[in-house]
């Protein structure tokens, strides 16, 4: 005879309540929230009304009304087109000088360095934020200015005979010149290019570096087919985080340039403050930010933002 043994009890998972689903759905929102207020606050409203005061005519005696003058726009764009263009121009100057700066250091940092002294470094390079942006520029007035040592310098080696020929320099002074203001904003924005470029070069496996010697490949050729390809993440955070600031700088060009050389910051600054056209000043703003969105857009693209992480 035959006995059968019992069958095991089966383990019934249990099931959550039903009502707990929703409030776990609901977390990621919750968590936003703080953000999404933020953004509101202290970004959509004010483009909101930025947006209606570039559309208002009036005077700061009679008052501002919206009459949806959008012919502000294009009277701020031809009164300041070559202030645009000056802040393009030297923020592309300054982003290049940046690049060229910044890569050596970071890759010096990131695979020459020690631990010790790339500690050192990297808080010698973020050392300058704890000074105030305004003090580190009118330092570069004394640094500058005329019969100091640099410009002193310069014109032993004949440097300022070439800067004068490209029109970045003025006779045997650098100070209220092209040069000057591009100076100040690859000096005060170079920290932006460091730190994203020091980060994608020291995510790179150094193995790498060893199977392209190994392959027989010189130094330079590692860098060109191995280094800076994968540290394009950087390269492309990196310039975006320096030009944008730069185009609407406008501390640089009002300390360390002249009248000539003023960018479009200036011009809203004028506008804003002294001039107390309040419509233009806003339309420029608009024309600034949707110009340097266009660019950054293009540039993206172009880039590859596929690993830009």
Same mark, same amino acid.
């Given at each position: 005879?035959?006995?059968?043994?019992?069958?095991?009890?089966?383990?019934?998972?249990?099931?959550?309540?039903?009502?707990?689903?929703?409030?776990?759905?609901?977390?990621?929102?919750?968590?936003?929230?703080?953000?999404?207020?933020?953004?509101?606050?202290?970004?959509?409203?004010?483009?909101?009304? @930025?947006?209606?005061?570039?559309?208002?005519?009036?005077?700061?005696?009679?008052?501002?009304?919206?009459?949806?003058?959008?012919?502000?726009?294009?009277?701020?764009?031809?009164?300041?087109?070559?202030?645009?263009?000056?802040?393009?121009?030297?923020?592309?100057?300054?982003?290049?000088?940046?690049?060229?700066?910044?890569?050596?250091?970071?890759?010096?940092?990131? #695979?020459?360095?020690?631990?010790?002294?790339?500690?050192?470094?990297?808080?010698?390079?973020?050392?300058? =934020?704890?000074?105030?942006?305004?003090?580190?520029?009118?330092?570069?007035?004394?640094?500058?200015?005329?019969?100091?040592?640099?410009?002193?310098?310069?014109?032993?080696?004949?440097?300022?005979?070439?800067?004068?020929?490209?029109?970045?320099?003025?006779?045997?002074?650098?100070?209220?010149?092209?040069?000057?203001?591009?100076?100040?904003?690859?000096?005060?924005?170079?920290?932006?290019?460091?730190?994203?470029?020091?980060?994608?070069?020291?995510?790179?496996?150094?193995?790498?570096?060893?199977?392209?010697?190994?392959?027989?490949?010189?130094?330079?050729?590692?860098?060109?087919?191995?280094?800076?390809?994968?540290?394009?993440?950087?390269?492309?955070?990196?310039?975006?985080?320096? #030009?944008?600031?730069?185009?609407?700088?406008?501390?640089?060009? @009002?300390?360390?340039?002249?009248?000539?050389? @003023?960018?479009?910051?200036?011009?809203?600054?004028?506008? =804003?403050?002294?001039?107390?056209?309040?419509?233009?000043?806003?339309?420029?703003?608009?024309?600034?930010?949707?110009?340097?969105?266009?660019?950054?857009?293009?540039?993206?693209?172009?880039?590859?933002?596929?690993?830009?992480?």
């Amino acid at each position: 005879m035959t006995t059968t043994a019992p069958a095991a009890p089966s383990q019934a998972v249990p099931l959550e309540p039903a009502e707990r689903k929703p409030k776990r759905k609901l977390t990621p929102y919750w968590l936003l929230l703080p953000g999404i207020v933020w953004l509101v606050v202290f970004f959509a409203v004010p483009m909101l009304y @930025q947006g209606s005061t570039s559309l208002q005519t009036g005077s700061l005696e009679e008052g501002f009304k919206v009459t949806w003058h959008f012919s502000t726009y294009w009277d701020a764009v031809v009164e300041y087109k070559w202030h645009f263009v000056r802040s393009f121009s030297y923020a592309a100057v300054a982003t290049v000088l940046c690049l060229v700066i910044g890569y050596p250091l970071a890759y010096t940092i990131a #695979f020459k360095a020690n631990r010790r002294w790339r500690n050192v470094i990297l808080i010698l390079v973020i050392a300058p =934020f704890f000074t105030s942006f305004l003090i580190r520029t009118l330092a570069w007035k004394t640094i500058l200015s005329d019969g100091g040592p640099v410009v002193g310098a310069l014109n032993a080696l004949h440097v300022l005979d070439v800067t004068n020929a490209l029109g970045l320099t003025s006779g045997d002074r650098v100070l209220a010149t092209p040069l000057a203001v591009v100076c100040g904003l690859t000096y005060n924005f170079l920290p932006f290019m460091i730190l994203p470029l020091y980060t994608s070069l020291e995510r790179i496996d150094p193995r790498l570096h060893e199977a392209a010697g190994d392959l027989y490949a010189r130094p330079f050729t590692t860098f060109r087919k191995v280094t800076f390809p994968i540290s394009l993440p950087g390269v492309v955070a990196g310039t975006l985080l320096t #030009f944008i600031p730069a185009s609407g700088d406008y501390i640089n060009a @009002q300390l360390l340039g002249s009248p000539s050389e @003023q960018m479009v910051g200036n011009g809203i600054q004028k506008q =804003f403050l002294n001039v107390l056209d309040y419509p233009t000043a806003a339309a420029l703003s608009f024309v600034l930010m949707a110009l340097i969105l266009g660019m950054v857009t293009v540039y993206m693209r172009k880039a590859g933002t596929e690993e830009l992480v």
